[in-house]
């Protein structure tokens, strides 16, 4: 299967707190799980990503967690701010190819 | 570099007629990708090219809907005739494939209306 399911649809965090967005997927030969960030009228923007063979990568407050056994990726944003106000979007590349398939993505709002 | 080049921004068209939306990727880029967005299906692949050529079309949603690529710098995506469930925001993206990651960079989209 290509699905990458994403939750929550909606998330709404207080300034300083840590924001988490999950996603889950079934098809096993996928080989590289990015996140992306988007502003309302601009396209989506590379943010992090992982390969399956690390448990976790951080850049800065952005974090993924990966689980292989369990088939999920988190992204956490630590000490959220405003400027974090944005819809994202966890994606998975089937290995082989080089397209990415999205999951339906997850609008933040972060409020002072 | 000044990124990957949408045009135009914004159309609005009637039901029936062509529309013809048009990218220009980042330059030494060889895969070009072109997706739609909407509330209810989110990010959908239509169609991607590497190389120039087209690799994998199954998101073409009809016969309605053709893309072309006659060279490494331009790409179209055309939709005759269009219909008002064609409303949606379609981007265009590249990347260099082959290297360490497979980062796609994205246009700033064509919010396309169909009355």
């Known amino acids: 299967q290509q699905q990458v399911k994403q939750s929550p649809q909606s998330l709404i965090v207080q300034k300083g707190g840590i924001s988490i967005i999950n996603c889950a997927y079934e098809?096993?030969?996928?080989?590289?799980f990015p996140w992306y960030q988007q502003f309302p009228g601009k396209g989506p923007a590379l943010l992090i990503a992982?390969?399956?063979?690390?448990s976790e990568k951080k850049e800065g407050r952005f974090t993924i967690s990966f689980n292989k056994s369990a088939k999920q990726f988190s992204l956490h944003i630590m000490d959220s701010q405003p400027g974090d106000s944005a819809t994202y979007f966890c994606?998975?590349?089937?290995?082989?190819?080089?397209?990415?398939?999205f999951g339906k993505g997850t609008k933040l709002s972060v409020i002072p | 570099d000044a990124g990957v080049i949408q045009s135009p921004r914004h159309e609005v068209t009637e039901m029936g007629q062509e529309v013809t939306l048009r990218c220009k990727p980042i330059?030494?880029?060889?895969?070009l990708f072109w997706y739609r967005q909407t509330m209810m299906r989110g990010l959908e692949l239509l169609i991607y090219?590497?190389?120039?050529?087209?690799?994998?079309d199954s998101g073409m949603p009809e016969d309605r809907f053709s893309a072309k690529m006659p060279n490494a710098s331009f790409s179209t995506l055309k939709i005759q005739p269009s219909e008002p469930r064609d409303s949606a925001v379609y981007f265009c993206?590249?990347?260099?494939?082959?290297?360490?990651?497979?980062?796609?960079?994205f246009g700033s989209g064509t919010r396309l209306t169909v009355v």
């Open positions: 098809n096993t030969a996928f080989d590289y």
């Open positions: 994606a998975a590349k089937n290995a082989g190819s080089y397209q990415l398939t």
């Open positions: 090219f590497n190389n120039n050529v087209p690799i994998d």
């Open positions: 330059s030494g880029h060889n895969s």
């Open positions: 992982i390969r399956p063979d690390v």
């Open positions: 993206a590249s990347s260099l494939t082959g290297g360490v990651g497979y980062g796609y960079t």
